[in-house]
Nanobody
Framework: VQLQASGGGLVQAGGSLRLSCARS????????MGWFRQAPGKERELVTA???????YYEDSVKGRFTISRDNAKSTVYLQMDNLKTEDTAVYYC?????????????????WGQGTLVTVSS
């Protein structure tokens, strides 16, 4: 199983970016997917996740600004990020869960993408 993330870059505060994560393998539709991020000097944290049935989770600071979605036909999960803030600057990682439901624990995600850098300037 491989995860390939893309879409990061430099954007001004208030702008938007869309991250994509394509997963190889045949079990994409049956597992939860998540997006984590890690800012310099901070621990990796779950930003958002989506279950196999489409139930979503958002960390409080991104509610109303970020949207996670999945396209099972393309084995791809997306993260639409709007109204970006400087504190959103981080390396973003997509991850495939062990289960069909999401959890907030990194240990419950067993495959990880390589990370894509999102930099939000003021």
């Amino acid at each position: 199983v491989q995860l390939q993330a893309s879409g990061g870059g430099l954007v001004q505060a208030g702008g938007s970016l869309r991250l994509s994560c394509a997963r190889s393998g045949r079990t994409f539709s049956s597992v939860a997917m998540g997006w984590f991020r890690q800012a310099p000097g901070k621990e990796r944290e779950l930003v958002t996740a989506i279950s196999s049935s489409g139930i979503t989770y958002y960390e409080d600071s991104v509610k109303g600004r970020f949207t996670i979605s999945r396209d099972n036909a393309k084995s791809t999960v997306y993260l639409q990020m709007d109204n970006l803030k400087t504190e959103d600057t981080a390396v973003y990682y997509c991850a495939a869960g062990r289960y069909n439901f999401w959890t907030t624990m990194a240990r419950d995600y067993n495959y990880w993408g390589q990370g894509t850098l999102v930099t939000v300037s003021s």
